[in-house]
Nanobody, 116 residues
Framework: QVQLKESGGGLVQAGGSLRLSCVAS????????MAWYRQAPGKLREFVAR???????NYADSVKGRFTISRDNAENTAYLQMNSLKPEDTAVYFC??????????WGQGTQVTVSS
């Protein structure tokens, strides 16, 4: 099992930036994919960005060109650099890992609030 701890959330004005971090511990050798999801009040959790061990990444259309996911395998950490933030980016952001066998783990989430 993998334990995940997110950090870096906060309150920012529209147009601003934040950098989220997700530190993994436990069975880290099994991690293949690290991803970010978000859930706004009253909405379903949605995919934001994903990066695989080799470095390939993909993004939700709503964040392409504004968000960048990266990964430091030596530090077992994934990052989400968020630029040009919009009020609609307000949500709790969750880190997720997936192993090569398909099992997933989730962090507790970090709140991101973007004011207009």
């Amino acid at each position: 099992q993998v334990q995940l701890k997110e950090s870096g959330g906060g309150l920012v004005q529209a147009g601003g930036s934040l950098r989220l971090s997700c530190v993994a511990s436990g069975s880290i050798f099994s991690i293949n994919t690290m991803a970010w999801y978000r859930q706004a009040p009253g909405k379903l959790r949605e995919f934001v960005a994903r990066i695989i061990r080799g470095g390939s990444s993909n993004y939700a259309d709503s964040v392409k060109g504004r968000f960048t996911i990266s990964r430091d395998n030596a530090e077992n950490t994934a990052y989400l650099q968020m630029n040009s933030l919009k009020p609609e980016d307000t949500a709790v952001y969750f880190c997720q890992t997936r192993t090569s066998l398909g099992s997933t783990d989730w962090g507790q989430g970090t709140q991101v609030t973007v004011s207009s």
